[in-house]
């Protein structure tokens, strides 16, 4: 994992970009300038989510669908 950071509208940023080396990290940051927004990220549940996790998820669908 490689951490890059950049300025915008007076703030810092980071980002992280996974990738196997240095080069590849970089040439993965260049490649972002042709990157589209896919949409917003407004939830994270694990890989295998527990009880809790699956019972949100439930409860997130039934009361605000898409």
Do not use: Q
């Not at 940023?13 to 990157?35: G, Q, T, Y």
């Not at 589209?36 to 994270?44: F, K, S, Y």
Request: net charge positive; charged share 25%; with cysteine.
């Amino acid at each position: 994992m490689f951490l890059f950071s950049y300025r915008h509208d007076g703030a810092d940023w980071n980002v992280e970009i996974p990738a196997r080396s240095w080069e590849d990290a970089r040439k993965r940051v260049s490649a972002l300038a042709l990157a589209r927004c896919e949409g917003e990220v407004v939830l994270r549940m694990p890989a295998l989510p527990g009880p809790l996790a699956r019972l949100f998820g439930s409860i997130r669908t039934i009361c605000w669908p898409n």
